[in-house]
């Protein structure tokens, strides 16, 4: 089936940036999506992009899509306390139901 | 705004008992999602409903059941509440259209 990877941590200091990446197996991804969960909460939805673009930018994130190497990555400019977090990255893979599938999160933590 | 509320925040329970988490979401969305969510697992999806009265089974339904009389609710059911469900729970709606997943804020069950 379907498999999402992410790195577990990562650790950076206030006003650096942050890359968090991802790989995924299905080719037939569509849409590729980028969640935020806080301490305590459910999961906020960052940005997303469809499988046909390279790149997509939001204020301070950037999303970068490799389809040959099915390799994404989320870009966090100048990095604040607030950003510290668990990020998901998840896949839609054109299956019915709208289902997705979520790589394990990656816990970032910001240093003043 | 997108609403998905849930039940509970915190939930303590005994062995074998039978638990209730609901999910209402306000968006006349068709899709609706059961997750848990476990430290290094990511979310593992447990059951989801394309439509009122409609189920499937996800990738870890054993020990779960779920109900979906109404459009905008569903619920997830524990008939006999053992301790490896001790975990945070999440629901989640879409709709047909676009895939993309809306969550509520998580329920954290404990099963004494």
């Known amino acids: 089936g379907e498999d999402v990877e992410q790195s577990l941590f990562l650790s950076v200091r206030e006003g650096d940036s942050s890359v968090i990446n991802c790989t995924y197996t299905?080719?037939?991804?569509?849409?590729l999506y980028w969640y935020k969960q806080e301490p305590g909460a459910g999961l906020q939805l960052l940005t997303y992009?469809?499988?046909?673009?390279d790149m997509k930018q939001d204020q301070r994130l950037t999303v970068l899509l490799n389809k040959k190497d099915k390799h994404l990555s989320l870009r966090i400019a100048d990095t604040q306390t607030g950003d510290s977090a668990i990020y998901f990255c998840?896949?839609?893979?054109?299956?019915?139901?709208?289902?997705?599938?979520f790589g394990q999160g990656t816990i970032l933590t910001v240093h003043p | 705004d997108v609403k998905v509320t849930q039940s509970s925040r915190y939930l303590v329970k005994r062995t074998g008992e039978k638990v209730f988490l609901e999910c209402v979401q306000d968006m006349d969305h068709e899709n609706m999602f059961w997750y848990r969510q476990d430290p290094g697992l990511g979310l593992r999806l447990i059951y989801f409903s394309y439509d009122v009265k409609m189920k499937e089974k996800g990738d870890i339904p054993e020990g779960y059941s779920v109900s979906r009389e109404k459009k905008e609710r569903f619920s997830l059911i524990l008939e006999s509440a053992s301790t490896n469900q001790t975990s945070m729970y999440l629901c989640?709606?879409?709709?047909?259209?676009?895939?993309?997943?809306?969550f509520g804020p998580g329920t954290r069950l404990l099963v004494l």
């Open positions: 998840a896949e839609a893979g054109g299956t019915s139901y709208g289902k997705l599938t």
């Open positions: 992009i469809f499988s046909n673009m």
């Open positions: 989640a709606s879409s709709s047909r259209m676009e895939e993309t997943q809306y």
């Open positions: 299905d080719s037939s991804s569509t849409y």
